[in-house]
């Protein structure tokens, strides 16, 4: 026995000692691919020797030499970019290619097959023709700045750049400017949303037995009302009047770039004039959403060009600061949630599927073929066909067969679906601007994705829409609200819309503007820019925060970005209460009645605050949930599985019983007549049996942010077992959907209040003392899993905190964490 256990043990030693030399292995093989920002390398394609001085939070300063020209500086930041961010890189190119599936197998063949459909890359390809001379020198030198970094991984044997080539393998072609051109139309199509808007309405105009509930449960923006516009079923009257569940999978496919409904884009970003400002000088705020991932969207980065510093927000892949300022101007982006997109029901000629009905009579679709490899299995054989209005799209994603009629194909009208598109010209021109008039000018060459550009320079502060608005025809059919018929001229675009048409504010008389995502103004279609709009609440409490002031510093312009008060809680719960606030009976301990009283009480006295710490939070989210899943289950049937997030508006309709909304509270299925009153205290009690269920039924204990959790996961490797520790980030946040420091729920699964959408970038820019400026990311600069700075400004964005912003480059050495010095390859011959 002795024996036994003796070689037992000799045998565990082993394993555990083969356990701790695999895990060494590895760990060094990763850690090989960990960049040296402390170097000085020779390197092919510059012009003249470059330095990138890395600052104490590892953002790059890029600064050329004496003969130095930007295409240098361009270069630089190339060769930065893919120091840490080169899988991130290669997996936005492979996406915008339809190429993943050679990597990661069949799992991603549904968004290889979509993307190839859509032909971005090949658009890209044609669109390098359109772009400035000026832009295609930049596009070339950040390439080769990519390239160089490749070339330098190839022959020092540097771990293959990154620790997750070890895992799969992903050969890196040279980076080409079509690349770049490609990653900026894939962050389009993510920040395009109108798609799911119009597949949503169709569907639900289709569920709904009065279709005059319609604008209950999709509401307008506050403003004028909307023309009587026809049903869904009535363009198309072969499809069945009911709901169907969907069968969507697009939203748990990995690198899927067509965001969720809801998720496609929002921002906040205003300006002071220097009569607001306490200093005398402008002030800019901007802090775009994105969904949050590991690591993030956002790079930050200093560019030392010909007409001065600029720095800000970059994006991997993209050689221009996206958000930022130099010494003479700032600039923001907001989602404008401009009607850039629409569906179109193409009828097949019933007699040759390969021709489509036009307003001229079949006409064959414009087809190739395409050839998607997947790894470890058969090729597959795509036919690509386009219309005139579009691509045509496949089926079995995003409900479309539920909105299909037999016999028909949808097709998607796009702007960024363009062979000329000039927006990278345009971001890059941008950096150059010196004034708010010149910028203006500038952002004419923008196309997709179209934003709301916030602008500041010394003196003055504007907003402008830039972007291609779709010219509609007045007798469309749907005015773009729902897919129409394709075959018929009035639904079909007639160009792009005069740059001059699109919104345009320019030194406000009171000298504060602002963009939160909410309605910019009201025009009669088809110059209406758009009826969905992202918000129509947070406007209301960054009014209040910006009137409450009469001159504004930068400190308050943090303020106002890092607000939690949620208007919505202030207006919903006077509402949804109003008949439930101290009129229960004395009920004991540990009774529902006595759980619901305990929960009125602290809502009765809460402030609105959604603050990570306190529990009202929390029953407040989890009450309005309950209470909006209650009113539309019996209406919509599966469908309401759909309306994954709490409106605000819809809620407000039907308690406020406009035109009738009140309807809604009686479930149309029983006998007696149900009031808003028994819903909101049946949807209390809901929601307070899931909170006991899930954190306990110690009310007072509660805290949202245990719930509120903001979940940065690495996209491929976030699902690992083991590995998920090390590669996902986790905080606790405040905020919610509508407050400004905007942390948007996911509404699924068993964690509907995770925060998966919020300001992964955040700056302010004060032009009174232009190096006083500040800005933050969410997760770190490094892309890579195993290095410090992978993960370190997590918790200063998670506390509200920043990072200097400053173009003094004597600071930027100072305490820098390395200086890589480039030097031509010609330099040393």
Known sequence: MGLLFRWLLRLAAAL?????????LVYFLAAQSLPDY???????????????????????????????????????????HAQDRLWQMTTMRRTAMGRLSEIFGSRTLQVDTLIRRLDIYRLAQQSVAAQTPETMTALRAYSAGVNARLQEINEDALGRGAPEMFLFNVPMAPWQPADSIAVMKLMGLKLSGHMQEEILRARTSLALPDPERLKDILPDAPGNGVATLPEYAALFPDLPRHASASTDISRTLPFMPIAPRGLAGASNAW???????????????????????APGVWYLARLE???????????PGIPAVISGRSDLLGWGVTSSYMDDQDLFIEQLNPDNAEEYKTADGYKRFTSRPSIINIKDETPVTLTLRWTDNGPVLPRSLFDLAAITPPGHVVSLGWTGLSAKDTSISA????MRANSVAQAIEISEGYIAPSQNLTLADKTTVALKTVGAIPQRDARHQSQGRMPSQGWRSENQWQGRAPYAANPEFVSPIGGILGNTNNKLLERPFPNHVSYTWGDTQRINRWKKLMQDRQVHTRDSFIEAQLDTVSYTARSLLPLIGADLWFTGEAAPEGTRERQRQIALTLLSEWNGEMNEHLPEPLIYAAWVRALQKRLITDDLGPLAAEFTQV????LERVFRDVEGASVWCDIRQSAPTETCSELARLALDDALIWIEETYGNALESLRWGDAHQATQNHEVLGDVPLLRVFVNIRQS??????????????????????NVHAAGY???????????????????????????YYDDMSQLWRRGEYIPMSLDEDLARAAAVGVTRLIPATATE
Request: charged share 15%.
């Open 16 to 24: 555990i000692l083969l356990l701790v030399m695999g895990l060494g």
């Open 38 to 80: 402390n170097k000085e390398i020779t390197l092919p394609g510059l012009l003249a020797p470059v330095e990138i001085v890395r600052d104490n939070a590892n953002v790059p300063h890029i600064f050329g030499s004496y003969g130095a020209s930007d295409e240098d500086v361009y270069f630089g930041l190339g060769y930065a």
């Open 271 to 293: 300006a002071a004039a220097p009569s607001r400002s306490a200093a005398g000088g402008t002030l800019l705020a901007n802090d775009p959403h994105l969904e949050l991932t």
């Open 305 to 315: 060009l010909g007409t001065g510093g600029v720095i800000g927000a970059t994006i």
């Open 427 to 430: 971001a890059l021109e941008l």
């Open 647 to 650: 409106d605000p508006l819809f």
């Open 733 to 754: 946040t405040s905020g919610g959907d509508n407050t400004l420091q905007r942390g948007r729920t996911s509404g699924e699964g068993k964690h509907p209040f995770r």
């Open 762 to 788: 955040r700056g302010v820019y004060d032009f009174a003392d232009p190096d006083s400026s500040v800005f933050i990311i969410a997760t770190g600069q490094s892309g890579h899993f195993l290095s410090r």
